[in-house]
DNA sequence: CTGTTAGCGCCTTCAC
DNA sequence: GTGAAGGCGCTAACAG
């Protein structure tokens, strides 16, 4: 590959003039420009960006580190992070942490190889994040708390969505209400819980642990929690799952084994993913802010870029998409 | 940031020994490992990978440029790459080609950032690959066919497939069959376009251009595309969507409008995305090998890189996913 | 306006 | 086993 050393001797100018009519600097002639371009066109020339970003000390790019690049949910976050850091004249990149310790988002999150990161990742370890933290390195966490001067937070308010979804069935006459839960070790599993069980204490109906069922946030998951659900033979009257994904999964195994939904049970979930506006019937659930979460997430990034304090925390709430999937057992 | 320099100064030896005890050399004695490591941690040191990558000419990590970073539907592809990027203990990272000439893509593409590119983004240039392309610079396309021996394609067979879409139609009886196209400039729907218009005089059928409509490849571009054919009043008896997305559109036009799947009309796409399986009544479509093609393009990639020979050109081909969107008219 | 030069942070021969 | 020194490709003072 030519490098602009190549470049100056063909032109026959000295490299740091190369390199400033290659960066269309207004020290250069017009002539000597032309020059030094048809000699970089000839050679076929492109620039290292490696070199220069390390002689900058900035890479102009962002990061947003996700446990899964092809899970389809996170389209609407993308989409604000992908929006905010366009109209910053910033580059965005993906990637994903699977992988553990060996997975491309940690060597970004730990070695700078990006100006900012945004996590997403359930599965990368409280202490990695930590340990990566540091002044002049924003970090923004959407999925967890943490408590550090250089890590900010955006969190839904799970809690309280939890609670509302809870509360909406036992409004629509569900006294039975079975939870399936997320994987043990997520912080939004936790708080989801702890919304339901706060929403069932609220209006005095005991929490019974038969009615959690560990689903881990997967379509799979869902559906098999649901047969166990099923098998257990004493069925609620309504489930709340702990995301879309296992509400998907949920109704397939209602369906195969003939219990109508909402007839004969409702159901209800958390995220407002894509599909379930399509799934039959239409889920009803607790709509996430995404893309507002995204965008803000970015934002974040840029004022403590542009060393502006910003505060450490940021709560966003959710809000209930009606759709067909729950009764009115009062009706 | 603490550098390697601050590390050996306070460790007490030479960069040099710093730099081989980080990289586990077993040129140092455990002692002054130990040392090193010591010293290190109570710095917070974090290595600049971009330094270390330019020494070293090589990145380990492979780019994946996407038109849109939040298009859900790349999702099984994805997978493909992700899953052989890291058996080979490489990094992935996804960027965005949306923003033009400034995008974030053509960084990656044309500055020696990453080791390859696999490419699937309809709106980056055929010149501005060409120009990227170098020996030792691994690039695959996926979405288009282009004469350079430095870059590679796989394409799925668009004209086999579409062709296969309507022949089924045809031989379920359909005789007027409308072809709710994509965009003009992309490779995919002329291809897509030849298979069907193929297909139609292979029967003897005419083709005719008041049903051919432009749909943009979106789901709004379908209902709108859709809304203008009801329109037309003079209905078709099938409709073949250039795509999933678009006939997902295409199906709520027709229920606004009271137009029953398939019993007044037959609906079939081209994709086999996520929701074809979900939305009402669940979509016939030509299912593409993604996961296949993705998988290859890394393979691809990887070959190349360890300097083997490969071929230049691979075709995929579709396959028909029968669900309930197309009725048999001959029954 | 152009050329000389000194690093950015790291790795890696080459001597010792 | 360890240290000194050169250089990856580029940018940006600083001179001229």
Redesign the interface.
């Known amino acids: 590959?030519p490098t602009i050393k190549d470049v100056a001797k063909l032109a026959g100018v000295a490299v740091s003039t190369a390199s400033y009519a290659l960066n269309n600097s207004n020290k250069v002639k017009e002539e000597t420009k032309n020059k030094v371009m048809k000699a970089a066109e000839e050679l076929?020339y492109?620039?290292?960006?490696?070199?220069s970003?390390?002689k900058r000390t900035s890479?102009n790019?962002i990061a947003l580190i996700l446990s899964?690049?092809?899970?389809?949910?996170?389209?609407?976050l993308?989409?604000g992070v992908?929006d905010i850091t366009?109209t910053h004249?910033f580059?965005?990149?993906?990637?994903?942490s699977?992988?553990g310790s060996?997975s491309?988002a940690l060597?970004?999150l730990?070695?700078?190889?990006v100006d900012g990161v945004i996590i997403l990742a359930h599965n990368i370890k409280d202490e990695t994040i930590q340990?990566?933290a540091?002044q002049?390195f924003p970090i923004v966490v959407l999925d967890r708390s943490l408590d550090n001067e250089f890590v900010n937070e955006i969190e839904v308010d799970n809690v309280q969505g939890a609670f509302t979804a809870t509360e909406y069935l036992i409004h629509k006459g569900h006294q039975e209400i079975a939870y399936i839960s997320g994987p043990a070790n997520s912080h939004d599993n936790e708080l989801r819980l702890q919304g339901y069980k706060n929403a069932l204490n609220h209006h005095q109906l005991p929490y019974r642990s038969k009615w959690k069922i560990s689903g881990e946030f997967t379509r799979e998951g869902g559906y098999k929690a649901t047969k166990m659900l099923i098998a257990q033979n004493d069925l609620p009257e309504g489930i709340f799952y702990g995301n879309d994904e296992m509400a998907v999964g949920g109704l397939q195994a209602l369906k195969e084994n003939g219990i109508t939904v909402p007839e004969d049970i409702s159901v209800i979930g958390f995220d407002d993913i894509?599909?379930s506006e399509?799934?039959?019937p239409p889920l009803t659930t607790m709509k996430q802010p995404k893309y507002e979460a995204g965008a803000l997430a970015v934002h974040l990034i840029f004022q403590l870029l542009s060393n502006e304090k910003v505060e450490n925390y940021y709560k966003l709430s959710t809000e209930l998409v009606e759709r067909e999937s729950v009764k009115d057992r009062n009706a």
């Not at 899964?68 to 609407?76: A, C, K, R, V």
């Open positions: 590959m076929n492109q620039k290292n960006g490696l070199a970003d390390l890479t790019t899964d690049l092809s899970g389809p949910y996170y389209s609407e993308i989409k992908q366009r004249g580059d965005l990149i993906a990637c994903s699977i992988g060996a491309t060597k970004f730990r070695e700078k190889r340990s990566s540091r002049d894509q599909l399509f799934v039959s």
